[in-house]
């Protein structure tokens, strides 16, 4: 195909799921993202305590693009192409193969649904598959039960408690730090092909 034939908002999909697809950020996006910055409840999730402005955001995203241990991706339903949320793998290690993962689901109406357990598995296949990552940890606010069971579900282990992390809403919170690692993904995820 053409370039002249491609539109040009086309968007290239990295990674597709039945119900979801993980894309790369497009300065067009801040539009979007901007504003899903100060939802109170996604604020109390990820335990954002600051505030941002477009400009500052914009930056954000032009220097995440630019930045190698990183990968930042958008969430967005197959079905209509609405971003509810975003994915990323950060602090990637290439000597310890390791990396962090971060994701939030922007709105009440698109969590409880599987959507971002959908979108970790593609990033967790990527991860292991094509990073060649052999670690990959997160956080989660002890607070944040749902998140537990799904990261639980997903076959994230537990490794132990960060006491007293975050203070947020006049309280201490205590953060579960989870880990895969990549054999315990491939016996769970991936198929035998001999």
Same mark, same amino acid.
């Given at each position: 195909?053409?370039?002249?034939?491609? +539109? $040009? !908002?086309?968007?290239?999909?990295?990674?597709? =799921?039945?119900?979801?697809?993980?894309?790369?950020?497009? &300065? +067009?996006? /801040?539009?979007?993202?901007?504003?899903?910055?100060?939802? $109170?409840?996604?604020?109390?999730? !990820?335990?954002? &305590?600051?505030?941002?402005?477009? *400009?500052?955001?914009?930056?954000? /995203?032009? %220097?995440?693009?630019?930045?190698? $241990?990183?990968?930042?991706?958008?969430?967005?339903? &197959?079905? !209509?192409?609405?971003?509810?949320?975003?994915?990323?793998?950060?602090?990637?290690?290439?000597? %310890?193969?390791?990396?962090?993962?971060?994701?939030?689901?922007?709105?009440?109406?698109?969590?409880?649904?599987?959507?971002?357990?959908? *979108?970790?598995?593609?990033?967790?296949?990527? =991860?292991?598959?094509?990073? %060649?990552?052999?670690?990959?940890?997160?956080?989660?606010?002890?607070? %944040?039960?749902? *998140?537990?069971?799904?990261?639980?579900?997903?076959?994230?282990?537990?490794?132990? #408690?960060?006491?007293?992390?975050?203070?947020?809403?006049?309280?201490?919170?205590?953060? #579960?730090?989870? +880990?895969?690692?990549?054999?315990?993904?491939?016996?769970?995820?991936?198929?035998? &092909?001999?």
């Amino acid at each position: 195909m053409s370039q002249a034939t491609l +539109s $040009s !908002t086309h968007i290239p999909r990295l990674l597709e =799921g039945e119900r979801v697809y993980l894309r790369p950020f497009e &300065q +067009s996006d /801040v539009d979007t993202y901007f504003p899903g910055l100060f939802n $109170s409840e996604t604020r109390r999730l !990820t335990g954002t &305590q600051n505030s941002f402005t477009r *400009a500052q955001v914009e930056r954000y /995203v032009e %220097n995440a693009a630019q930045d190698d $241990s990183r990968l930042m991706l958008l969430i967005a339903l &197959q079905e !209509t192409d609405q971003v509810i949320g975003d994915i990323v793998l950060m602090d990637m290690h290439s000597k %310890n193969r390791s990396a962090h993962l971060r994701i939030a689901i922007d709105n009440a109406e698109h969590q409880g649904k599987g959507y971002g357990s959908e *979108a970790m598995l593609l990033l967790l296949d990527y =991860g292991y598959g094509i990073c %060649n990552l052999h670690r990959i940890e997160l956080e989660v606010y002890a607070f %944040n039960e749902r *998140a537990i069971r799904t990261y639980e579900k997903l076959g994230f282990q537990r490794e132990g #408690i960060s006491r007293d992390v975050l203070f947020y809403n006049h309280q201490y919170h205590d953060a #579960i730090r989870m +880990s895969m690692l990549e054999d315990e993904y491939r016996e769970r995820y991936c198929v035998d &092909q001999t």
